[in-house]
T-cell receptor, first 111, second 115 residues
Framework: RKEVEQDPGPFNVPEGATVAFNCTYS??????FFWYRQDCRKEPKLLMS???SGNEDGRFTAQLNRASQYISLLIRDSKLSDSATYLC????????????FGTGTRLTIIP | NAGVTQTPKFQVLKTGQSMTLQCAQD?????MYWYRQDPGMGLRLIYY???????DKGEVPNGYNVSRLNKREFSLRLESAAPSQTSVYFC??????????????FGDGTRLSIL
């Protein structure tokens, strides 16, 4: 089993719709979780950290489910500018500085 | 407001040539990372350094060496470049430290082609 797995998509979603991605991880001791977005041929940029209690930032909501070992990202009222690849990132054990990326989920918002 | 700076941004090499990719951060971060990104493969960790003076292998270290020159700089060296090392290379840094939940910050990337 891969350390971090994502559905590669592509997800083609009409503007204004709600879309959700999941990301599963294999190490039950993982402590740090993040969602990044990456535009074509650009560097990954932090979208949001994922906290145990779940967190929201505008139209974006992140959730952590430790029992099932997955994190999720929900995007409401999607905009054309949300088109990108979304990467989940998970660290190893507590204090472990090694972070592992999923392969990313490609999202295209259709006008 | 530089953040993470990578040089060069583009490079073309011939098979067998050597080169060093440079990375520097000005955020006083403890941890630094080198990734490569290939189509359909996501970002794969080559090496990382949790603190000045330490380095550890990631998923794909073969064919690479690294040096954590000081807290600011982390270089990646290809001793004998091979076409399979054609990729986009990203450097990242993170505050790090035990219990840290801080995210990584990335440089703009180096696009490397090996002919």
């Amino acid at each position: 089993r891969k350390e971090v797995e994502q559905d590669p998509g592509p997800f083609n979603v009409p503007e204004g719709a709600t879309v959700a991605f999941n990301c599963t991880y294999s190490n039950s001791a993982s402590q740090s979780f993040f969602w990044y977005r990456q535009d074509c041929r650009k560097e990954p940029k932090l979208l949001m950290s994922v906290y145990s209690s779940g967190n929201e930032d505008g139209r974006f909501t992140a959730q952590l489910n430790r029992a099932s070992q997955y994190i999720s990202l929900l995007i409401r009222d999607s905009k054309l500018s949300d088109s990108a690849t979304y990467l989940c990132v998970v660290n190893g054990n507590f204090g472990n500085e090694k972070l592992t990326f999923g392969t990313g989920t490609r999202l295209t918002i259709i006008p | 407001n530089a953040g993470v700076t990578q040089t060069p941004k583009f490079q073309v090499l011939k098979t067998g040539q050597s080169m060093t990719l440079q990375c520097a951060q000005d955020m006083n971060h403890n941890s630094m990372y080198w990734y490569r990104q290939d189509p359909g493969m996501g970002l794969r960790l080559i090496y990382y350094s949790a603190s000045e003076g330490t380095t550890d292998k990631g998923e794909v270290p073969n064919g690479y060496n690294v040096s954590r020159l000081n807290k600011r700089e982390f270089s990646l060296r290809l001793e004998s470049a091979a076409p399979s090392q054609t990729s986009v290379y990203f450097c990242a840094s993170r505050r790090g430290g035990r219990g840290s939940n801080q995210p990584q910050h990335f440089g703009d990337g180096t696009r490397l082609s090996i002919l």
